[in-house]
C-alpha cells in the first residue's frame, strides 16, 4: 500500500539506536518471562512486527536500559490494544473490566490483587514489572501525570471505543481527534521521553500553552500518520476509528481525496509544532538544557513513527486473520492467567 499513498511531509532526520539488537534479545526473554507470547503463530508475527527496531527509531538517543524498558512498554501498549481493539474483546467491554482495574491498582498503589478465580492475568503482571522498574526515580508529578495518562488510555478504549462499536456510534472528526491521542497511548510514550532523556520538566512548562500545542501537534502528527497507513487494513476489519475512515464518512470524499485531506492536516501540524517549539526555545533559553532534549524526543517520535510505519507488516491488510482468534484464546493470553 505504501506506493498508493500521498507522500507525508516530515522534516526531521531518519535516526536508530544503536543498542537495538540487544534490546531484540531482551524482548523476546521478556514476553517468555511475562506470558506475553507464548503461542508459536503470536511469537512468529511479534518477531515479524519488530518492536525493538520500532523503538529504536523513536529513541534513538536512549542507552541500552532505558532502551530495554521503553521496548517493553511498547509491546505492552501494543498486545493489550490489539486485544482491546482489533480483537473480539473491543466489541464487548465486560470481559476485560476485571481486568482494567486490577490494572488501575498497579498504576494507584503499585500493589495488583488477585482475580476472584485465579491468578493474575499476564497483562497485570507484566504492568507490575514495568512500573516498578519505572516509576521509584521519577518525580512525583511525573508519575501522577504517567500514570493518569495510562489509565485514561485504558479506559477510553475499553468504554468510548468499546462502546462506540457496540451501538454503532460514529464519532465527529473533532471528537475522535481529542481522543485519538488516548487510545493511542501517545501521551505515555512522549511521558517516557522524560525517562530516556533523564531530565524533570516542571509543571510550568507542561502548563505552559507553548508546550502544550508542541505536544499536542507531534502527538496528532504521531497518531494521524498511523491512521494513514493502518486505514486499509482497518477497513478490512471494520473498523471506524481512524481519521481517514471518518473524513471519507463524514465528508464524502472518495478514498484517495481523504487520504490527501489527511496527509495535508499531518503537514499543517508539523508546521505548528516547529512553531511552538521556536517560540518555547525563545522563551525559555535558560531551560534549553531540559527543552531540546524533549523536543528533539517529539522530533524522533514524528520520524521514526513514519521510518516504522513504512516498513513493518502490521498493517498489511492481506493478514488480519491474527485478529481473528477464538474468544477462548484472547481470555487465555494477556487478559488471562499468566503462565508458570
Known amino acids: 500500500m505504501e506506493s498508493e499513498l500521498p507522500d507525508i511531509y516530515c522534516p526531521f532526520p531518519q535516526r536508530t539506536n544503536p543498542h537495538v539488537g540487544q534490546t531484540r534479545v531482551h524482548l523476546d526473554e521478556w514476553t517468555r518471562n511475562t506470558g506475553l507470547v507464548h503461542r508459536d503463530s503470536a511469537r512468529n508475527r511479534f518477531e515479524q512486527a519488530d518492536f525493538g527496531s520500532f523503538v529504536g527509531m523513536v529513541y534513538p538517543t536512549a542507552d541500552a536500559e532505558n532502551l530495554d524498558l521503553v521496548a517493553d512498554w511498547f509491546v505492552w501498549l501494543f498486545l493489550v490494544d490489539d486485544q482491546l481493539d482489533d480483537g473480539h474483546l473491543g466489541r464487548s467491554p465486560e470481559p476485560v473490566r476485571d481486568v482494567v482495574e486490577l490494572m488501575r491498582a498497579v498504576i494507584e498503589s503499585d500493589t495488583p490483587g488477585t482475580l476472584p478465580d485465579g491468578p493474575l492475568p499476564a497483562a497485570v503482571v507484566a504492568l507490575a514489572d514495568l512500573w516498578k522498574r519505572t516509576t521509584p526515580a521519577a518525580a512525583p508529578h511525573w508519575r501522577t501525570r504517567f500514570g493518569w495518562h495510562l489509565t485514561t488510555y485504558l479506559t477510553t478504549t475499553t468504554t468510548w471505543e468499546a462502546g462506540n462499536r457496540a451501538g454503532g456510534v460514529v464519532p465527529s472528526e473533532e471528537t475522535y481527534i481529542a481522543q485519538r491521542r488516548h487510545t493511542g497511548a501517545i501521551h505515555v510514550c512522549m511521558d517516557l521521553i522524560e525517562i530516556v532523556a533523564g531530565i524533570e520538566a516542571p509543571e510550568s512548562i507542561h502548563n505552559d ?11 496528532n502528527v504521531v497518531c494521524w500518520a498511523n491512521d494513514v497507513y493502518s486505514y486499509e487494513k482497518e477497513q478490512v476489519l471494520g473498523e471506524i476509528h481512524n481519521l481517514v ?45 531540559m527543552l531540546a532534549p524533549y523536543l528533539d524526543g517529539m522530533r524522533s517520535w514524528m520520524r521514526g513513527n513514519l521510518d516504522w510505519s513504512r516498513q513493518t507488516p502490521r498493517y498489511n491488510p492481506a493478514d488480519v486473520s491474527q485478529y481473528e482468534e477464538p474468544e477462548e484464546y484472547l481470555e487465555a493470553t494477556v487478559l488471562g492467567p499468566a503462565r508458570d
Open 209 to 219: 500553552s507553548r508546550f502544550i500545542t508542541a505536544l499536542e501537534a507531534s502527538c
Open 245 to 289: 475512515h471518518l473524513v471519507r464518512h463524514h465528508r464524502g470524499y472518495g478514498e484517495r481525496q481523504a487520504l490527501e485531506h489527511v496527509c495535508a492536516r499531518i503537514a499543517a501540524e508539523t508546521e505548528r509544532f516547529l512553531t511552538a517549539e521556536s517560540e518555547l526555545l525563545t522563551a525559555y533559553p535558560q531551560l534549553s538544557w
